[in-house]
C-alpha cells in the first residue's frame, strides 16, 4: 500500500523547535519531490516546503525561510522538517506529499493543488 505517515508534531512554546518525519512506504521516493504542507483551523492548505528527489534543491515559503529546513534520507524513505524558532502562526496540521509526476513539480515554493500522495497530518501547537 503505497502511503506517507507523518510524526512528530506536538506542543512547543514560541522560540521552541520540533522536527517533523516523513516514512513512505510501498514505494520507493528516490525519483520523487516530497513536499510540506501545512492547514491552520479556518485556513486554506498551503506550502510550506519541497526537496527535489536528490535533495539538491530546496524551497521554502517566504512564512519559514531562514527557520525551517527539509532534509531526506532516501536509503530510509524518509523526509525531515527541522522547525525552529516556532511562532504562533507555525501551529498548524503538518502533511507531507509527494507526486507521480517526480520532481517536475518541486521548483519553487509548493503549491498544495494536484499532488497525488498525501499524509494524514501530525498536529503543531505554538502556545505560551
Known amino acids: 500500500q503505497v502511503q506517507l505517515v507523518e510524526s512528530g508534531g506536538g506542543s512547543v512554546q514560541p522560540g521552541g523547535s520540533l522536527t517533523l518525519s516523513c516514512e513512505a512506504s510501498g514505494f520507493t521516493i528516490d525519483y520523487f519531490a516530497i513536499g510540506w504542507f501545512r492547514q491552520a483551523p479556518g485556513k486554506e492548505r498551503e506550502g510550506v516546503s519541497c526537496i527535489t528527489y536528490n535533495g539538491r534543491s530546496t524551497y521554502y515559503s517566504d512564512s519559514v525561510k531562514g527557520r525551517f529546513t527539509i532534509s531526506r534520507d532516501n536509503s530510509k524513505k524518509m523526509v525531515y522538517l527541522q522547525m525552529n524558532d516556532l511562532k504562533h502562526e507555525d501551529a498548524a496540521v503538518y502533511y507531507c506529499?509527494?507526486?507521480?509526476?517526480?520532481?517536475?513539480?518541486?521548483?519553487?515554493?509548493?503549491?498544495?493543488?494536484?499532488?497525488?500522495?498525501w499524509g494524514k497530518g501530525t498536529p503543531v501547537t505554538v502556545s505560551s
Open positions: 506529499a509527494t507526486d507521480w509526476r517526480g520532481s517536475s513539480w518541486c521548483k519553487g515554493p509548493p503549491g498544495p493543488s494536484g499532488l497525488d500522495i
